[in-house]
């Protein structure tokens, strides 16, 4: 037996490692290889404290949890003072309760050892942990207990406590967290409560987790104006006396109720009583809707003044005027129909009844039938029918109409046409019904007796002659019929005639107008009984029924040429009156103005001088703008008229950035007074030659050849009308001749080498 070797043991690492053992016998034979598998471990075990936390505090014993990851770890403890206790590795471990007792508030140290099965120990490691068991200390400065608030009041609360944590107060189970020593209840909260009592509870705990026992606040929220409900009167209501008030205000710190009329000051009012409205603010006010104001005010300042209350004042007795039945008018077994006229534009009911009996009929509307059964009720003789009328405030008024009633008289009902029939220029047809005996004739009339027109059977036509003499209006037709005994019974009915045909005004387009694009139709009927309107280009009808203001239809409009159309306007109403009068002339113009370019010519060689323009422009909707612009340059110039001068620093410009021989594109743009434009192109070419000689490069030099040319004329005259030239033979003026023509086509060469 032997030690392993030592350099060997010392190289090794710590850990896992392997003695392999062999042996062979003399004659080289191998047994069997044993392998044996060591662990070198040399270090003490290292800690790792997982919680609780160095300097932290603690109102129950603290979970430990401490680490080693030593391969041989034996056994990890910690100590406080003499007292020792195991701890388990990597497990959570609450602080030994007995120890914990027995510790008094304040800082502790914790002593943490680890050895493994070798016997080494760790250095240990200390950590200061602080025993906390009270509660911090709370005051409530504001607000007071039972107190009310209109917005939210302000929190000011005092906690005291070395370690504290966080100071906040749950309201209706949201927690808000005070930051400042002074700050407003949460606004969302104060927003969420509902009116009247709440509590707020106020909390503060320490880092030890110390939770004072919660103090409580009850508060009460008053936001809302008082709530006012009108007993009496009714909104809306009408009176022909000064009403009764009686008001209610609702709100736990009412203060005061009044009303208000106009100007006048407020006056109070008692609540839930019944007062009489001021009499001299009723004496003052006109007839018609007033309003009354009600206010109500509680002690933290709420206040409701939006509750009006409307009235109407009416002390005017209703006016009843009878139409039909007429006075001592004549009646057969038909009870008659009546018409009366009402002053008062606030009926509330109306009604009549026949002196004699205790029945009253109550109608709407101010025509109708009295009612044939009470009316049978009654012989020959006379009957008081009497109409009552009361408005919504109580004022009544009746008149009397005394009638006289023949049993026995022949009766004639019209039952077509119906009243307020529509009928236009055609006369109408009617059919009536007649009951009698010993009928001796039937007619009608429509001028109230003055001509009359006979008739036989129950229906016919009306005269269309007496038609056509009444224009548009109602008319009345009345059917008579009398017997043998020269009784007479009588029906009407008013039609309404309508023989106009629609009228058409055209607010837009004006006539004798052109267009650029579709134009827009605008059109005013005066109908009362419209039935169609419509307008037709070129055999196209467009309907404009449901809409009087609308553009020219698009198709319409883009398979009209350049050129004058016509609009044709139509409209007809229900009784088949018809207006085909009207036509709107329009032009229809989607192109520019035509451009004729007289000068410059196309081609034409310019000089640095800038070239006179003259063009010919032309538009039947005349010419609005006229400009142009060089060689497509963003710069343009405007001009008036038809002639004119190219500006002179643009051409510059131009010319100067070009060679001899460049084009120069002059484009001259029109537009009309509609908007269109169109524009044409003039090609220049720049000439500016050089010379190969100096003294040709200067054109001052035109002017030599130029003066030659001229003086040549008078000189020649002058020089073969000379006696020299008349004392010569003539081959001797033939070589004249050639020096003159010479001299002359020189200087025309030369001039022109000038000019081109």
């Not at 909390?203 to 104006?225: H, I, P, Q, Y």
Request: with cysteine.
């Amino acid at each position: 037996m032997e030690l392993l070797d030592q350099d060997i043991w010392d190289d090794l690492p710590q850990g896992e490692f392997a003695i392999i053992f062999t042996a062979y016998d003399t004659f080289g034979h191998l047994n069997d290889t044993y392998i044996l598998t060591l662990y070198k471990d040399t270090l003490a075990p290292s800690l790792v404290i997982t919680f609780p936390e160095d300097n932290s505090f603690h109102n129950i014993p603290p979970t430990l949890r401490v680490s080693s990851t030593d391969p041989n770890l034996h056994k990890i403890w910690y100590k406080v003072g003499t007292t020792t206790i195991e701890l388990l590795n990597d497990s959570d471990q609450i602080f030994d309760l007995t120890l914990w007792d027995s510790l008094v508030e304040g800082a502790f140290v914790v002593e943490i050892y680890a050895n493994d099965s070798f016997g080494h120990t760790s250095i240990p490691i200390n950590i200061t942990l602080i025993k906390d068991l009270t509660a911090p200390l709370i005051t409530i400065n504001s607000p007071i207990n039972n107190t009310h608030y209109s917005s939210p009041p302000d929190i000011d609360i005092t906690a005291f406590d070395v370690n504290l944590d966080t100071v906040w107060y749950t309201v209706m189970g949201t927690k808000i967290t005070l930051t400042l020593s002074v700050e407003p209840l949460d606004l969302g909260v104060w927003n969420s409560l509902s009116e009247g009592e709440f509590q707020i509870l106020i909390f503060a705990n320490d880092s030890a987790g110390n939770l004072n026992n919660s103090l409580t606040l009850t508060l009460f929220k008053d936001t809302l104006e008082p709530l006012i409900t009108i007993n009496s009167p009714l909104n809306n209501s009408y009176y022909n006396s000064t009403p009764t008030l009686n008001i209610v205000a609702f709100d736990p710190n009412l203060l005061s109720i009044s009303y208000k009329v106009l100007s006048y000051a407020p006056i109070a009012l008692t609540n839930n009583t019944d007062m009489l409205f001021n009499s001299t603010i009723w004496m003052d006010l006109p007839q018609g809707w007033f309003n009354i104001q009600i206010i109500a005010e509680d002690s933290l300042g709420n206040l409701n003044d939006s509750v009006i209350l409307t009235l109407y004042k009416d002390t005017i007795v209703p006016e009843i005027t009878i139409n039909l039945p007429q006075a001592n008018g004549l009646y057969g077994n038909l009870s008659p129909d009546f018409d009366i006229f009402v002053v008062e534009s606030n009926i509330n009911n109306m009604w009549y009844s026949l002196i004699g009996e205790p029945a009253i009929f109550i109608f709407s509307g101010t025509t109708g039938t009295i009612d044939q059964t009470t009316w049978d009720k009654f012989g020959n003789g006379t009957v008081t029918i009497r109409f009552f009328v009361d408005d919504i405030a109580g004022n009544l008024a009746y008149t009397d109409v005394v009638v006289r009633k023949n049993i026995f008289a022949p009766i004639i009902t019209i039952n077509s046409p119906f009243t307020d029939e529509l009928i236009g220029i055609n006369a109408p047809n009617f059919i009536t019904y007649t009951s009698g005996t010993e009928i001796q004739e039937t007619w009608y009339t429509l001028d109230n007796g003055l001509t009359n027109y006979t008739f036989t059977g129950l229906n016919g036509t009306i005269n269309q002659i007496a038609w056509d003499n009444f224009g548009s209006g109602p008319i009345t037709l009345r059917f008579y019929i009398n017997d043998s005994l020269g009784k007479i019974g009588f029906d009407e009915v008013v039609v309404i005639k309508d023989s106009d045909a629609p009228i058409i005004l055209i607010n837009s387009p004006t006539n004798q107008t052109s267009f650029s694009s579709a134009p827009f139709i605008n059109l005013t009927l005066t109908e009362p009984n419209l039935d169609q309107v419509w307008y037709c280009v070129n055999s196209t009808l467009i309907n404009m029924t449901g809409n009087l203001m609308e553009y020219l239809n698009s198709s319409i409009w883009e398979k009209l040429p350049e050129g004058t159309f016509i609009i044709e306007l139509f409209a007809n109403d229900t009784v088949g009156n018809f207006n085909n009068l009207f036509q709107i002339y329009l032009s229809k113009d989607t192109v520019g103005p035509n451009i004729s370019i007289i000068l410059p010519i196309e081609n034409q060689k310019v000089s640095r001088e800038a070239p006179i323009f003259e063009l010919s422009l032309f538009d039947i909707n005349g010419i609005d703008t006229s400009w142009y612009i060089i060689n497509g340059s963003v710069n343009s110039i405007q001009f008036i008229g038809t002639i004119g001068r190219i500006d002179q620093n643009l051409w510059e410009t131009v010319w100067d950035n070009l060679t001899h021989g460049d084009i120069i594109t002059i484009r001259f743009y029109s537009m009309d007074a509609l908007g269109n434009e169109n524009f044409k192109d003039i090609t220049l070419i720049k000439h500016a030659p050089t010379s190969q000689f100096g003294i040709f490069s200067d054109p001052l030099l035109l002017i030599i050849p130029t003066a030659g040319l001229i003086s040549m004329v008078p000189v020649t005259i002058k020089l073969t009308k000379s006696h020299y030239y008349q004392s010569l033979n003539e081959k001797e003026k033939s070589r004249l001749k050639k020096v003159l023509i010479t001299i002359f086509f020189f200087l025309s060469l030369t001039a022109l080498f000038f000019i081109f």
